[in-house]
């Protein structure tokens, strides 16, 4: 009956997730939607604008003093890009299909004191604008600052305005292929000194024709990541990883074939004089399945993990079948956001059906604890930065309609489904599997030398996991704290498979280490141990941080801020795993010796 219902559950999240992707599935755009005659209207958007050295830095296009059409229309946008600080806007440019332009005037404009103070302090802060032609991404920088001149009698930088754009346009008979913007330096104002001045905007447009095929367009937008250089360190850091894991599994096999099959042996024999003599981790039996303090909060982790790991595999799964790829109008946030509600049902499910083998009922305080034990620290957090975006009017800030939208999803969603899958984990719940009684009194644990202690079995336990994927994870914080693209989503998913295995592998020698120094207290640490990996990967975004040039209080707020709330993630997913590897290990060695 309960496999049963498990099958029901995943059959059940395996519909939803078709139905999303048939719902957001962008990766091959229409060719309807994008065919054009000649010199029909393409559209073209002005997104935003932002420090080049400050992902999260990001504001409104218009902000700045740039020409603007004479209605500014802010377009409808997706969930995802709301929460990726897209601000989509009517432009002023237009660029007809197949039609050149030479020296185009966008407008006159006369530029005030204020206005110059405006542009320099984004020139001198590297700020460059964004838009989208026909769904594709351009960038441009605004200014340039030149420390030295070469007029006589003038000291200090000198900043100037660039006031003309081109544009290069690629096509294939009536489809654009591609296009660049490049923010000419022949044509810029100096507005070093801050008096008013008239400028007149230009741009031109250049057509030609390329072979390359509509569907293969967005291509380029991973090519550096597929460069015969990046893919052999990338390699390198996967054979290196997949040779930690084989050392420490062929150390483990070691341990286990000769270490645990003569401690299995000498406690199979029956020899009870000898029995009384011996210390280790048969004498433990009474006590080793004696249900930890904290039983509830316990049961949250796992539901949160296990809910948790489920997402980070459904989102591999878009990333195979094409959803999510480069500049996909965030259909990554999307899909965060609309796969965690529905996994809700498998957080539910998964700390019900354990808080009823260990404590029976009371179940539902550990549904509670699963809907607030991620969310609640995620929620915390998030105010403090939305409230930081709203001060600085970043486009990081969400609106009040979307933050309603995401507390409906959470209500109507996310609580029905973790109550719905508390209510299917209690209702199919077995027996706790315990190969052995529990003695009424606990044992009284020894005193342990430092290295046998939680402290450094953490250190160790997170140390060798995180040197396996050190590596890739600079890979991965540059895509989300720059301006690189990760494409290579199958290097990631071994790394990520490696990183489970190593974690689980580890947890479980630790466990065998505690049990061995008759220290039965192992079901909370098994969490800790598996999970101390993300303690070192916070400690690498301090390190990533102080060697990159991001600054100001918002970039400081968002990364540190966000990135805990990553770590913190995978805490509770290889705390899960590193969890379930210990019990499965402990029943393991249980069952195979002979207790009276």
Known sequence: MAREMRFMIMKSLIIFLVVFVILVENGESSLDNHVYGFEDQVPLFANKIGPLNNPSETYQFFDLPFCSPDTIIPQKESLGEVLNGDRLTNSPYELRFRENKDMATLCKKQLTRSDVAQFRDAIKN??????????????????????????????????????????????????????????????????????????????????????????????????????????????????????????LTGFLLTLFLRTLKNDIMRYSGGDEEADMEEVGWKHLHGDVFRYPPRASL??????????????????????????????????????????????????????????????????????LLTGILFLGPVLVIFSILNTVAISYRATSALPFGTMVVIFLIWALITIPLLILGGIIGYTVRSEFQAPCATKRVPSEVPQLVWYRRAPAQMFLGGLLPFSAIFIELHYIFTSLWGHKIYTIQSILFITFIILIILTGILTAGLTYFQLSAEDHKWWWRSIFCGGSASIFMYCYSIYFYNQSSMSGFLQFSFFFGYNACICYAFFLILGTVGFHASLLFVRHIYKAVKLE
């Open 126 to 247: 590297e700020f460059y604008f964004q838009m989208y032609y026909d769904d594709l991404p351009l960038w441009a920088f605004i200014g340039k600052v030149e420390e030295q001149s070469w007029i006589s009698n003038v000291t200090g930088p000198r900043y100037y305005l660039f006031k003309h754009v081109d544009f290069d346009v690629l096509y294939n008979e009536n489809q654009v292929i591609e296009v660049r913007a490049l923010s000419n330096p022949n044509y810029a104002l100096d507005i070093t000194n801050n008096v008013e001045t008239e400028v007149q905007f230009t741009y031109s447009v250049l057509w030609n024709t390329t072979s390359k095929q509509f569907r293969n367009r967005m291509d380029k937008y991973s090519r550096s990541s597929l460069l015969p250089e990046h893919l052999q360190v990338h390699w390198f850091s996967v054979i290196n990883s997949v040779a930690i894991v084989a050392l």
């Open 298 to 367: 316990l049961c949250a982790i796992l539901g949160s993990g296990t809910q948790l790991l489920t997402l980070v595999f459904f989102i591999f799964i878009l990333a195979f079948v094409g959803v999510l790829y480069p500049f996909a109008h965030g259909a990554l946030f999307s899909s965060l956001v609309v796969i965690y509600a529905l996994t809700a049902v498998v957080a539910g499910h998964t700390a019900a059906s354990f808080h009823s083998q260990l404590a029976g009922a009371e179940w539902t305080r550990s549904v």
